[in-house]
C-alpha cells in the first residue's frame, strides 16, 4: 500500500463539463425526472438504466459529479453524499450493523458520533465497545464473533490521535470486519482508503467545503457499498434519505478545486503556530511536531505535500482559565470563538464543553481530555505572525505566561 498517493491531481485530472460546454457541471435542481419509455424506468428502479436519474433521492447528477470528485479523491471506485457529516457516519454504519451486531470504536471521537455510539444505537441492540485507539492489544482484545465494525477517525477529534490505519485494517480483515475511518480533520493529507480502510466519511462542513456556508457529508467506499447503501428496497441512503441537496454539491464541488492549496495554508500556519507554541512554553498538541506521541506513525500514513492539517490545540489546564482566553481572542481578532473547523478564519472552542460535551465527564478524563483544552482551526490567515502577537498578547494580559 502506498503512501504516495496524489488526491489533489486525481481531482484536478477531472473533466465534468456543463450544457453548451460549461466549464462547470450544469445544476440539476430537479427533484424527478421524466421517462420517454416506460421499460426504462422500470429499468431504473432495479438500478439497471446506465445514464439514467429517477428521483433525487436516489441520485441526482449535481450530486453524482460530486461523488465522482470525491472517489477520485479518496482512490475509491465511488462514493455517496449526504446533508451533513452525521448523516453519513450513521448511514454507512447503520448499512453495516444489524440488530445484535457489535462494534468496537475509539473512545475519541467527534462528540455526535460518541452520543451516537452510545446513547443511539442500543435501540438496535448494537453493542459498542469504545476503546484506547492508539492501544493495538485492545482492539484485539474486544473483538467478538459478532463484531462488525470498527470505527476511528484517523486524526481524532480533539486528541489529535492518529490511527495506525493499516495495522487496524490487517486486524479488521482477519476477522472479517470492516474498518470505517471519519478523515474529516485530514482530507488530501491522509487517505484512509489507500492504506486499507472499507468506507471514508467525511463532514463536508469542515475542510472540504472551507466555506462555513453549509452542513454536509460524504460515504467513499466500493461500487457495491455505494449500490447497497442506494439500493430501493434495502438501501439506508435510500430508505432514510439523507440526501444532499443538489445546489450545495455543486458549490461544494468547485470548493474541492482548491481542497489542496487550502490543506497546505492551514497546516503551515498551524506549524507556525506549534513552533511558537513551543517557544513561550505553552502545553500544546500537533502531530506535526516531534513532541506528538504518534509524529512518526502520522509521517508514515501521510500524503506528500499537504502539510499536516490545521488543527492544533493547547491545554489551559481549566475552563476558568480557558473562557477568558478565548473571549480576548475573539475580541482582538484573532478568530471567532465557534465550534467547527475547516474555515478561512481561525476558529477556537473550549472542546470539553462544545464539541465533546456528549462525552460524559468522567469518560473526558479517563481520556485524557482536559477541561482547559482550548481546540484551534488555524485559518488561511495572511499573516500568521500578527495572528501569534495576538494570541500572545491575550496570554500576556490575562497573566498565563
Ligand atoms: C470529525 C467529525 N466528524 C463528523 C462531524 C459531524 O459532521 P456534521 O456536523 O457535518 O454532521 C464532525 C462535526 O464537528 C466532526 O468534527
Known sequence: M??????????????????????NPSITDSATYSF?????????????????????????????????????????????VTASGMAAITTAILQICNAGDHIITSVTTYGGTFAFLKNYVKKFNIEVTFVNISDIESIKKAIKPNTKVIYTESMTNPM????????????????????????????????????????????????????????AGAICASEQFINDISNV??????LLGPVLDPLRSSSILK??????????????????????????????????????????????LMNDGFGYSGIIAIDLETSEKATPFMELMQEKGVGYHAVSLGYFKT??????????????????????????????SVGLDHDIENTFKLIKSCLDELGYL
Open 2 to 23: 502506498s503512501k504516495k498517493y496524489d488526491p489533489a491531481t486525481a481531482v484536478q485530472k477531472l473533466e465534468q463539463f456543463g450544457e453548451f460546454g460549461g466549464v
Open 36 to 80: 420517454l419509455e416506460e421499460n426504462t424506468m422500470i429499468d431504473a428502479f432495479h438500478g439497471e438504466a446506465e445514464g439514467c436519474f429517477l428521483y433525487s433521492r436516489h441520485w441526482n447528477p449535481s450530486n453524482k459529479y460530486l461523488s465522482d470528485a470525491l472517489a477520485a479523491m479518496e482512490g475509491t471506485e465511488s462514493a455517496w
Open 160 to 215: 489529535l490521535q492518529i490511527s495506525d490505519i493499516p495495522t487496524i485494517s490487517k486486524i479488521a480483515h482477519e476477522h472479517d470486519i470492516k474498518l470505517l475511518v471519519d478523515n474529516t480533520f485530514t482530507p488530501m493529507v491522509i487517505s484512509p482508503f489507500k492504506l486499507g480502510a472499507d468506507v471514508v466519511v467525511y463532514s463536508m462542513t469542515k475542510f472540504i467545503n472551507g466555506k462555513n456556508d453549509c452542513v
Open 233 to 238: 428496497n434495502d438501501g439506508t441512503a435510500m
Open 255 to 300: 470548493n474541492m478545486g482548491t481542497l489542496h492549496i487550502r490543506m497546505v495554508q492551514h497546516g503551515k500556519n498551524a506549524m507556525y503556530l506549534a513552533h511558537k507554541f513551543k517557544e513561550i512554553g505553552l502545553k500544546f498538541n500537533y502531530p506535526g511536531m516531534p513532541e506528538h506521541p504518534q509524529h512518526e506513525l502520522m509521517n508514515s
Open 347 to 376: 476558529l477556537f472552542s473550549n472542546s470539553g464543553r462544545s464539541t465533546s460535551s456528549e462525552v460524559p465527564l468522567e469518560i473526558q478524563k479517563e481520556m485524557g481530555l482536559s477541561p482547559g483544552l482550548v481546540r484551534f
